[in-house]
């Protein structure tokens, strides 16, 4: 049922991935494969450093120690911006937007920073229709179309949400990172943002790493959990058997799994 | 509320049409040197203030050192036309002289001081000014020092070269207009305004131009999706100084005098400041406006202002506080109103989008 490819190469490679804030070790020698076609869910308490490791792998940071392999290729010294070259996509947790522009060209400029037209100076962006057609097929995906020219600032949280995500697909990287994509979320917009993450699943050649705390949603789409708690990797393995191992049970999921 | 918004734009275009039919036409409306020299001034101002806009108002960069790549420009035109006298060569290695000398300094100061805070960056280029301005007075042999140079520009821009003659040798007219070399000079000013003009309206609505408003939005989310923002903000430096550079020439080949007050002090820094924030920030029309309201009220306040004290010479009190020396309060007084009342700018605040909460 599940379409697992664990044969196939890993996209995405960190090794011993360390960072320290001070004396403080957030990220702590994560070593972890992730490959085409899977989705990866992280989880682990608040602080257990899910998204200093995003952090590190789109390259907000820099680490104290360790490697980032995309493809085999070294990205550890990147920017983030080479980093986007290279197919790692992004989206946050605490909505990033473009407050004071309008939505399709928030999504719009997210399609044109891989489309070689970025340094073009001389012709109107109205007159780019390809990248708007690009941009538009998001907003259609993202169900945004009614507010296209609003400005982001003036989207509802949950439509900002979506807008976040719009952003992330219009980059068309190989790698989603999506970090808590439904947080603050009500409960008719929640569904919408895990659909298009399915629909990314089912294309079967994308890999995709998800911080999420919601019981439900990890059942319901993770091929693999790994549980990160105080910097380190403290299980790695199929659902079933990530959830139902003992050390997992007492950090981590003992408290929520009531709630969920 | 779309249409209302929508007609607020529209009608920031049409007040910009109409101004620019003015400066168009303005020899042959205000058939005085000084309206002429007023005209000038706001051709050049236009450009110097719009490609500050690119900085400020497009891409959120706070810089103090417009003056100094204006200066560059100025004194470039003038030391050249100086030193190997009123000739086309002269206007030509000055202007390119100081349009290299601003993208060389643009460079370094971009590369060495874009990444760090914003407030460091204005700090570093109040310096870069600060010592442009010791600069020009020092190097008095060059520059002039406090009395800056006098030249010759061009024959075709000297008052005396007829364009036209009529049958018996005169200075020909049109619409009672002597069509002589200060025409010419006009022409040259006002078509190389509208050419640096053009030319920075097309680089803020192409694909560039919502990158360095993306970059003022959200700089750590445009590098996320792909955009080197040191890059960008580098070029977008580099190229408002070349055109304020080039507006610096401009000026110093109209003024055909070059000295720290018309082209290097920070008076000028802050009259850049004052018209984009009395335009409207980010929007280049604003630019429009702002230069022209600010330029009008430097030459005309006082005269209005003396004009209406005569005129209320009876009435107690009020002569006082027109007095024209007071002119500089009432502009304070006007200013402050302006930002109470435009808080965007009065080109941003008409043409505010609906989309905004």
Known sequence: MQQVHPMSHPSLVTQDLTIRFGGHVAVNAVSCEFRPGELTVIVGPNGAGKTTYFNLISGQLGPSAGRVLKDGIDITRMPPSARAHHGIGRAFQLTNLFPQLPVLENIRLAVQARSGKAWNMFQPVAKLTELTARAERYLEATRLEDVAHLHAAALSHGDQRKLEVALLMAMEPDIYMFDEPTAGMSLDHAPDVLELIAELKHDHTKTILLVEHKMDVVRALADRIIVLHNGELLADGPPEEVMSSRIVRDVYLGKSTEAA | ?357
């Open chain 2, 1 to 357: 509320m779309t249409q209302e918004t929508d007609r607020g734009a529209d009608f920031v275009k049409l007040v910009v049409l109409l101004i620019a039919a003015l400066l168009l036409f303005a020899p042959f409306l205000f058939q005085d040197i000084r309206s002429l020299e007023v005209a000038a001034r706001i051709c050049v101002f236009i450009v110097l203030v719009a490609s500050y806009d690119l900085l400020i108002g497009y891409t959120g960069i706070v810089s103090f050192a417009h003056t100094m790549f204006f200066g560059f420009g100025a004194y470039g035109a003038a030391i050249a036309l100086r030193q190997m006298g009123p000739g086309w060569d002269a206007v030509l290695l000055g202007t390119l002289a100081g349009a290299l000398v601003s993208l060389v300094m643009a460079i370094a100061i971009g590369l060495l001081s874009l990444r760090v805070k914003a407030i460091f960056f204005a700090m570093i280029t109040l310096a870069a000014a600060s010592v442009a301005m010791v600069l020009a007075s020092q190097l008095s042999q060059f520059t002039g020092g406090e009395d800056g140079i006098t030249y010759k520009t061009p024959d075709l821009f000297k008052t005396a070269t007829k364009l036209v003659v009529t049958e018996d040798g005169k200075v020909a007219r049109l619409f009672g207009v002597k069509l002589n070399g200060k025409l010419a000079a006009y022409y040259f000013v006002f078509a190389s305004s509208l050419v640096l003009f053009v030319f920075m309206i097309r680089l803020v609505g192409s694909p560039i131009g919502t990158i360095l408003k993306a970059i003022r939005e959200n700089e750590a989310r445009a590098e996320a999706i792909g955009y080197r923002v040191v890059a960008y903000r580098t070029f977008v430096f580099c190229v408002s100084a070349v055109i304020a550079s080039l507006a610096g020439s401009v000026y110093a080949i109209w003024l055909k005098y070059t000295g720290p007050d018309t082209a290097l002090s920070f008076s000028i820094m802050i009259d850049i400041l004052l018209m984009v924030v009395i335009g409207g920030m980010g929007t280049m029309y604003g630019a429009v406006i702002g230069a022209v309201l600010m330029v009008l009220a430097q030459y005309y306040l006082r005269d209005l202002m003396g004009t209406a004290a005569e005129a209320l010479a009876n009435v107690p009190l009020l002569p006082f506080i027109l007095n024209p020396d007071m002119w500089l309060f009432w502009l304070g007084v006007i200013f402050i109103l302006l930002v109470y009342f435009f808080p965007k700018g009065i080109a941003g605040s008409l043409a505010r989008k609906e989309t905004e909460a």
